[in-house]
């Protein structure tokens, strides 16, 4: 059982992302401000992690000088302000299947601007080079599909879905599938892929900041925090003539908040870290693709969404991209480990034939030639 447990785990991590997709579309739905949501999820957010920051990483935890806590609230304002709004805003205008393909990708654009900022290089010439390129292009290829195309409609597995209850939402159905897709369902693709460019150079920039600030649980604290702050105002806009959509309901809306907060930034958080720990990041990042297929049956069930093949085709062509950089990215790492595993074979071997110290300087100056030439020629 303790060897199937990590393909168990990994499973509810993306049964639990699942249910934060088809949650929120119900709660944006059946009316819910966007920006109102984000704020309550970060603020519910912040409390639990900040909780479980004083009580873990209190004592451990290094001090945090103003040029630290200046770039925490920089990547907080990127990473979970900006990314989360506009990927509420995208998942308002489209679809659960959009929101968990573009997901998908977010491997694909996190490489491909590390490319861009010299931090990664590829080398066109080998299969783990071509693979990444292919990966890549598989993504251009979905984002193009999943706003362009449109394909026959796939109706809904329930009629009597759990969260409907609005006219609201059964006249956004109506349109839906009448027209298929328009100005609003581009709109929505666009800031989905926007969100997607934001969360992938915010986990850039928080690899290289928790280098130095090596506390991971009290940075996402600080983080959401910080978030739960920068998200009052625009959520202060956007309702100014309605202080009623403050008011949390027994519905959608509070399910979506408390959902989040508790099984999203408390449950899924720390089974991600587990499931790294046992099987590594590669593992973990190979059965994210699960949460789109449950996303679509579950939608389809719950939300009696009707999806079209574009969605479909778009989400699987997301899925091989993700895959052929996830590849590209294995193949490379084992040709590096393979490489320094020989060099450190070679030298050792060098060092145990090499002549004794009391021999000429001629045979030392050639034993040091030779134990150096793996270490030019990689």
């Known amino acids: 059982m303790d060897g199937k447990k990590p393909y168990v785990i990994a499973i509810i991590i993306q049964v639990i992302y699942t249910g934060l997709y088809v949650v929120s579309k119900a709660a944006f739905d059946h009316g819910m401000s966007t920006f109102i949501f984000i704020f309550y999820r970060q603020a519910a957010a912040s409390v639990l992690m900040l909780t479980l920051a004083i009580f873990l990483e209190r004592r451990n935890a290094p001090p945090m000088s103003l040029r630290l806590f200046a770039k925490l609230f920089l990547y907080a304002l990127l990473g979970n302000n900006v990314s989360l709004n506009l990927n509420s805003l995208g998942l308002k205008y489209t679809s659960t299947a959009v929101q968990s393909a573009t997901a998908n990708s977010v491997p694909v654009v996190t490489f491909f601007l590390a490319v861009l900022l010299r931090l990664e290089v590829i080398r066109l010439r080998s299969l783990s080079g071509a693979a990444k390129v292919a990966g890549m292009g598989l993504c251009t290829g979905a984002v193009l599909v999943i706003a362009l195309y449109s394909g026959p409609a796939i109706r809904p597995l329930n009629h009597h879905r759990a969260f409907g209850g609005g006219g609201r939402h059964g006249r956004r159905e109506a349109v839906t599938a009448k027209s298929g897709r328009g100005a609003r369902w581009m709109e929505g693709t666009s800031l989905m892929l926007l969100s997607t460019v934001t969360w992938s150079l915010w986990t850039l920039l928080m690899a290289s900041l928790l280098k130095e600030y090596p506390s ?137 034939a090499a002549p004794p110290a009391a021999e000429s300087s001629n045979s030392d100056s050639d034993s040091k030639h030779r134990l150096a030439s793996p270490e030019r020629h990689v």
């Open 216 to 352: 991971k649980l009290m940075a996402t604290a600080l983080q959401s925090v910080l978030s739960a702050v920068q998200s009052l105002p625009p959520a202060a806009a956007a309702v100014e003539r309605d202080p009623a959509a403050w008011r949390l309901r027994p519905d959608a809306g509070l399910l979506a908040v408390a959902y989040s907060a508790l099984a999203v930034s408390g449950v899924s958080y720390y089974l991600q870290a587990w499931c790294i720990e046992k099987k590594g990041p590669v593992f973990l990042a190979m059965t994210n693709p699960l949460s789109f297929v449950f996303t679509i049956v579950c939608s389809s069930f719950f939300l009696g969404e009707i999806f079209h093949l574009g969605s479909i085709v778009g989400g699987v062509l997301m899925v091989a991209g993700r895959y052929s950089v996830l590849w590209g990215k294995s193949k490379e790492q084992n040709t590096l480990t393979l490489t320094t595993a020989t060099v450190a074979a070679v030298q050792q071997q060098q060092t145990a």
